[in-house]
């Protein structure tokens, strides 16, 4: 395994919504350099086959093993749906390889949630990792899914904290599909910037509803990874660089609301 405490964290989800990874991993981990990879020309992901997420994660990640990366970090739940174990086999002992849906599972069953929501794209509703996964290890927990093809696109769009998103937000949570639950999984990256709306949608009928996101509950299990191997940079700050596969000025502007901050793109068109 690479074993280097400073090369990178590599990362790639189907657009820019995989930029909250990022960006919760450089909060519980601030010296870490990162390579990100926004396979913008192809998103989104939840509607393609899963051959075809296979055949756009394998080209990624033989791009993200070239630049020697310590980890590599599927930012995308219909990717760790259908691609996480063809990319570990990729990878081999080159990297370790991480995905965004087994540490919610976990986090579920940890807190022993009986009752469970998940939302996400048509790609990971019908693939029912979320839900298999979490009865493996509990057969006695209810999951309750809904595909929520439009808060993808709309986020993408700038469409956030205001009368658009909250009506559609509201039209969704209202299905009787995710009724009666004590949490609700954010099952896709793009989610967490609508985290606080859907907070205070529960909050408005009085209803006590935990909302998950997956961006800050990886972070948290990478860094516990790495801190058990060895694998923290603890020293000087690295530097960090973001391609995406089709660039435009909006993408450009879109970013700074999923990382905080200005972030320089740069076209990589690596499907030719």
């Known amino acids: 395994m690479n074993n280097n405490a400073h090369a990178a964290i590599g990362l790639f989800d189907s657009g820019i919504g995989g930029l909250t990874v990022a960006n919760a991993i450089l909060e519980q981990l601030p010296n870490e350099s990162l390579i990100y990879f926004g396979d913008t020309a192809h998103l989104p992901y939840g509607d393609k086959s899963a051959d075809t997420i296979r055949y756009f994660t394998k080209t990624i990640g033989a791009f993200l093993l070239s630049k020697e990366c310590k980890i590599l970090v599927i930012a995308c739940n219909t990717a760790s749906s259908v691609a996480f174990d063809m990319l570990e086999n990729m990878a081999g002992d080159k990297a370790y390889v991480f995905n965004v849906i087994d540490a919610v599972v976990e986090e579920v069953i940890r807190k022993n949630y009986k009752k469970v929501g998940v939302i996400g794209t048509l790609g990971t ?73 859907i907070e205070a949608f529960y909050a408005a009928k009085n209803k006590k509803v935990d909302v998950l996101a997956t961006n800050e509950i990886v972070a948290v299990q990478i860094k516990k990874f790495m801190i058990e191997h060895g694998l923290v940079n603890y020293e000087k700050k690295g530097k960090s660089a973001f391609y995406v596969s089709d660039y435009t000025e909006s993408f450009a502007k879109t970013t700074q609301l999923f990382f905080k901050e200005s972030v320089d793109l740069i076209h990589l068109p690596l499907f030719k």
């Open 125 to 197: 509703i019908n693939s029912n990792a979320y839900k298999s996964k979490i009865n493996n290890k509990d057969a006695s927990v209810s999951v309750q899914q809904l595909a929520t093809p439009l808060l993808a696109p709309m986020i993408e769009s700038g469409f956030v904290d205001g009368q658009i998103s909250h009506l559609v937000i509201e039209e969704y949570l209202n299905a009787p599909e995710l009724q009666d639950i004590e949490t609700l999984i954010l099952a896709c990256t793009h989610y967490p910037l609508i985290k606080k709306e």
